[in-house]
């Protein structure tokens, strides 16, 4: 095989395949994905539980959290704050929850200083919005 086609594939695959896989699975890899919102909320795991069920001890289970009013969940104990927020969890409301949860939510017992960049957020929001 001519040296210019032989440059043009990398193992075997065509510039155009990898061109398409990596266009396509950019998103989901990217700073605001679902994959690098789970990786990142590896972090946060020792306090919060994200399969149905599972139980942690320090705050409540979010599978299934996203479109469910805050403190909808049954098994917990929520601060008088989160059970009067009347908040309903979607983009927004996690959104600006995330970024300072104190400043958000005076009184909310969540000790977690919160995340300055929009976009480590925006992957952990479309991750939590997979949970369900
Ligand atoms: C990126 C990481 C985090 C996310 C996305 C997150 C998300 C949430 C959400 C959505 C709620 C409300 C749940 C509901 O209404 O059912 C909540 C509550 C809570 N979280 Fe987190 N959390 C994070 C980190 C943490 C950390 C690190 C801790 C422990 C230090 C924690 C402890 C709690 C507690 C104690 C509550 C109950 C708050 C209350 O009743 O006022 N969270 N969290």
Not at 39 to 44: E, I, L, P, S
Not at 86 to 94: F, K, M, P, R, S
């Amino acid at each position: 095989m001519p040296n210019l086609i032989r440059r043009r594939t990398v193992c075997g695959i065509g510039s155009a395949t990898l061109a398409f896989v990596l266009l396509t699975a950019a998103p989901a890899l990217s700073e605001g994905g679902p994959a690098r919102g789970e990786q990142a909320f590896k972090k946060y795991a020792a306090c919060h539980a994200m399969q149905s069920g599972e139980k942690k001890a320090t705050g409540p289970n979010l599978f299934g959290v996203f479109g469910r009013k805050a403190a909808s969940a049954p098994d917990y104990k929520f601060s008088e704050a989160m059970k009067k927020s009347g908040i309903v969890w979607d983009e927004a409301t996690l959104d600006a929850y995330l970024t300072d949860p104190k400043k958000n939510m005076p009184g909310s017992k969540m000790a977690f200083p919160g995340l300055p960049k929009a976009d480590e957020r925006a992957g952990l929001i479309a991750y939590i919005k997979l949970k369900k």
